[in-house]
Antibody, heavy 119, light 113 residues
Framework: QVQLVQSGAEVKNPGASVKVSCKTS????????ISWVRQAPGQGLEWMGW??????NTNYAPKFQGRVTMTIDTSTSTLDLRSLRSDDTAVYYC??????????????WGQGTLVTVSS | DIVMTQSPDSLAVSLGERATINCKSS????????????LAWYQQKPGQPPKLLIY???TRASGVPDRFSGSGSGTDFTLTISSLQAEDVAVYYC?????????FGQGTKVEIK
């Protein structure tokens, strides 16, 4: 079955960077996108961007442009978020993106990775 | 950005009764070229990642029980749970994928009355 397995929880100081990985299995990686969505404690869902599993082309949300990099390697995607602030504390999810020809819907999702930013 | 607004923020429904969640977009998400609404619904239970329920506004994802249905077009959409079960207690989100940035509603919490 399709699975997305993420790396473990991280604790970072303000100003640092964090990398979260998402290892996929059970489907043809190049046929789909991988998207990253985060959820602050007790809050809703916030889309960060996506990367094509075929070309590696990316589409970042304007809010994160310049501070985020998404990469792929074989069947794994990695999110790199820099210059961390306390309000970056959140659970970060990867999700397989099903293309509509315009945007994506997400199915399935990884289990989530808690990133805590605190001094 | 397309703003997605859900109503209500929370609702309590008796077991076996109908639950209705509304989602309104600030811009139409109906694409004229294919006459499809670029809207999805997700269910998120506590401590779990979201799960896709509906895409194209009304197409159930694989394995989703048929008590879940989606309807609407343009800017106004509805998720209906026809007969609420205990396992349906969750937060439900709508999402537009008509344009980037992809955006979600704020969520609707469904509880048992």
């Amino acid at each position: 079955q399709v699975q997305l397995v993420q790396s473990g929880a991280e604790v970072k100081n303000p100003g640092a960077s964090v990398k979260v990985s998402c290892k996929t299995s059970g489907y043809m990686f190049i046929n789909y996108h991988i998207s990253w969505v985060r959820q602050a404690p007790g809050q809703g869902l916030e889309w960060m961007g996506w990367i094509s599993g075929y070309s590696g082309n990316t589409n970042y949300a304007p809010k994160f442009q310049g501070r985020v990099t998404m990469t792929i390697d074989t069947s794994t995607s990695t999110l790199d978020l820099r210059s961390l602030r306390s309000d970056d504390t959140a659970v970060y999810y990867c999700a397989r993106g099903e293309s509509s020809g315009r945007g994506l819907w997400f199915n399935p999702w990884g289990q989530g990775t808690l990133v805590t930013v605190s001094s | 950005d397309i703003v997605m607004t859900q109503s209500p923020d929370s609702l309590a429904v008796s077991l076996g009764e109908r639950a209705t969640i509304n989602c309104k977009s600030s811009h139409s998400v109906l694409y004229s070229s294919n006459n499809k609404n670029f809207l999805a619904w997700y269910q998120q239970k506590p401590g779990q990642p979201p799960k896709l329920l509906i895409y194209w506004a009304s197409t159930r994802a694989s394995g989703v029980p048929d008590r879940f249905s989606g309807s609407g077009s343009g800017t106004d959409f509805t998720l209906t749970i026809s007969s609420l079960q205990a396992e349906d207690v969750a937060v439900y989100y709508c999402q537009q994928y008509y344009d980037t940035p992809v955006t979600f509603g704020q969520g609707t919490k469904v509880e048992i009355k």
